[in-house]
Nanobody, 115 residues
Framework: QVQLVESGGGLVQAGGSLRLSCEASGTIFNIIYTAWHRQVPGKQRELVARITSGGNTNYADSVKGRFTISRDDAKNTVYLQMNGLKPEDTAVYYC?????????WGQGTQVTVSS
C-alpha cells in the first residue's frame, strides 16, 4: 500500500506563486511515475504535470513555462512549483502515483487564485 499526502494549497492573488508537496509513504519502491492532476466542480480531472522514475517530465499546455514538477527522493516527496498563477488555475490539486501497476491518489489540496 502507498499513501500520498498533499500540502501547500491555499489562496493567492493572480500572478503569485505556490508550491505543492506530495509526500509518499508505505511500500514505495518501483514507482513508475508521480503526477499532479486538478479538478474543478463539473469538469473532468485533468493531468497537470508528471515525472517518471527516470526523471522525464511532461506538462499540460496550459501550464507549460509556469509550473515545474520535481522530486526529492531522499524525502519521498514530489513538488509542483506554480508561478504566474491565473484564476483559471483554481482547482483541487491531486497527487497521483503509479506504483507496480496500481494507481494511488492523495486526498487533494485546494488552490484558489483571486483576480
Amino acid at each position: 500500500q502507498v499513501q500520498l499526502v498533499e500540502s501547500g494549497g491555499g489562496l493567492v492573488q493572480a500572478g503569485g506563486s505556490l508550491r505543492l508537496s506530495c509526500e509518499a509513504s508505505g511500500t514505495i519502491f518501483n514507482i513508475i511515475y508521480t503526477a499532479w492532476h486538478r479538478q474543478v466542480p463539473g469538469k473532468q480531472r485533468e493531468l497537470v504535470a508528471r515525472i517518471t522514475s527516470g526523471g522525464n517530465t511532461n506538462y499540460a499546455d496550459s501550464v507549460k513555462g509556469r509550473f515545474t514538477i520535481s522530486r526529492d527522493d531522499a524525502k519521498n516527496t514530489v513538488y509542483l512549483q506554480m508561478n504566474g498563477l491565473k484564476p483559471e488555475d483554481t482547482a483541487v490539486y491531486y497527487c497521483n502515483a503509479l506504483v507496480r501497476g496500481s494507481n494511488y491518489w492523495g486526498q487533494g489540496t485546494q488552490v484558489t487564485v483571486s483576480s
